[in-house]
């Protein structure tokens, strides 16, 4: 049974940092890509980062380049989310997903149909 559970979310002043932490089972992390979404109040699902550990491969949101740092063991299981310099607008719902493992990853990984699991989430807020 294929199960992700997101950790680490809460309160952080603006310009500070937290790391989220996916704990993945049911699956060899090296066989699916996972990915960080958010979805803030009033707006819809977006894709954050991706880590393809077969493949090599990291993408990013524009928004958060530079910023944000997704790494993996798949040893542990464990995918995570480096978050640094946070600003307000990333208040939101952190979720990680595992999708199947797809040729050319990179062009499809921030269509969230893609994704057949899903963690419940974890909240992350940013204020002063």
């Known amino acids: 049974q294929v199960q992700l559970v997101e950790s680490g979310g809460g309160l952080v002043q603006p310009g500070g940092s937290l790391r989220l932490s996916c704990t993945t089972s049911g699956f060899a992390l090296r066989s699916r890509p996972v990915s960080w979404f958010r979805q803030a109040p009033g707006k819809e699902r977006e894709a954050v980062s991706t880590i393809s550990i077969s493949q090599g491969s990291t993408y990013y949101a524009d928004s958060v380049k530079g910023r944000f740092t997704i790494s993996g063991d798949n040893a542990k299981s464990m995918v995570y989310l480096k978050m640094s310099n946070l600003k307000a607008e990333n208040t939101a719902v952190y979720y990680c997903?595992?999708?199947?493992?797809?040729?050319?990853?990179?062009?499809?990984?921030?269509?969230?149909?893609?994704?057949?699991?899903w963690g419940q989430g974890t909240q992350v807020t940013v204020a002063s």
């Open positions: 997903a595992a999708a199947l493992l797809t040729a050319s990853w990179g062009g499809y990984w921030t269509d969230s149909s893609r994704y057949t699991y």
